[in-house]
């Protein structure tokens, strides 16, 4: 099914000026005709209700994300802003410090601001967007997955936990440890399963949930976890961070120590943002967030454009870059 991308690229215009010509907006008259002859040709059909709705919304999109001080979200905030820019779109950016209260208030200035849709990293399990669907406005989820029937852009966060603890198994390191964020999110406990997985093949002797910890997603979450791991009667030899934050913050730590990699094997999922070490000390499985806030971008702009197929969920690759030091 063609989308407004599709239009736009064959009329040579802007996914704007595309939206702008169904909408009834002042277009001039060589961009109405190229539009409406790419769309015949494509055989797109705009839907009617969002062109009803975007009449009565600005040219506005709201990016709720529940950590802007996490280099992650950052990222991905990069890849929002440059595609809707470029589509004639302002993002406005809503820091919900994963508290569901605060992010409700986010949704309902939305609402009452006419944005046009909503890219949203949702606080948890808990969050409630029925107000925000109810208006017909579109929502693209990312990073996590929610219970609505809404598009949305994913990692492959089990395959992540996996390949950070496969890659340590490899390096020679044998006990190996988990530190996530909060277990209720999905992509903490996602991660978690897939470190599962590769421990369990591997070293079936191991206590698993002795060397597994959720914590905070930030600094100080990585810390608390790391230092409980290593008061423990027989400390792990290497651990795997559930993303950015709890990985400085659990270097930090074993720095503090003396025990910084090779010594101790780091896994961390995400980029480091901060570190005083060598950036071949430590694995890093590497998440396209910036690619993530693109497509959730483009997503979005389908669906105020008219696109009407069924929902669906794009999940995004993750690369991993080893630690060029093995444990000795």
């Not at 950070?164 to 992509?187: Q, S, V």
């Amino acid at each position: 099914m063609a989308t407004i991308y599709d239009v736009a690229e064959l009329a040579k215009v802007s996914p704007a000026t595309v939206s702008r010509v169904f909408n009834g907006t002042s277009v001039s008259e060589d961009k109405v005709a190229a539009v409406r002859d790419a769309a015949a040709k494509l055989n797109f059909t705009p839907n009617r209700t969002a062109r009803t709705l975007r009449r009565q919304s600005s040219e506005v999109i709201a990016l709720v994300i529940p950590d802007i001080e996490n280099p992650y979200f950052t990222e991905m905030a990069r890849g929002v802003e440059d595609v809707a820019s470029e589509a004639g779109y302002s993002v406005v950016l809503c820091n919900s410090d994963a508290q569901v209260e605060k992010e409700a208030t986010y949704l309902r200035i939305a609402i009452a601001e006419h944005m046009s849709g909503i890219i949203i990293a949702t606080a948890d399990e808990n969050s409630n967007l029925d107000s925000i669907l109810a208006t017909g406005r579109p929502v693209v989820a990312v990073d996590r997955s929610t219970t609505y029937d809404i598009d949305g852009v994913v990692m492959a966060n089990r395959a992540a936990g996996t390949s950070a603890a496969k890659d340590l198994l490899d390096a020679g390191y044998r006990r190996i440890a988990y530190i996530g964020g909060p277990e209720h999110i999905d992509t903490a406990a996602e991660r978690a399963a897939g470190w599962r997985a590769a421990l369990s093949a591997a070293r079936p002797d191991l206590d698993l949930d002795e060397l597994e910890r959720f914590a905070t997603f930030r600094v100080d979450g990585g810390r608390a976890a790391m230092e409980e791991l290593l008061a423990l009667p027989e400390p792990p030899d290497a651990v795997v961070a559930g993303n950015n934050l709890i990985g400085v913050g659990a270097i930090q730590v074993l720095t503090e120590r003396g025990l910084t990699p090779p010594q101790v094997g780091v896994a961390v999922i995400g980029s480091l943002p901060f570190t005083t070490l060598s950036p071949t000390a430590v694995t890093v499985v590497r998440l396209p967030a910036r690619h993530m806030g693109v497509t959730a971008a483009r997503m979005l702009l389908d669906r105020i454009g008219g696109d009407a197929q069924p929902s669906r969920t794009v999940v995004l690759r993750n690369e991993i870059q080893p630690a060029s030091a093995v444990r000795s």
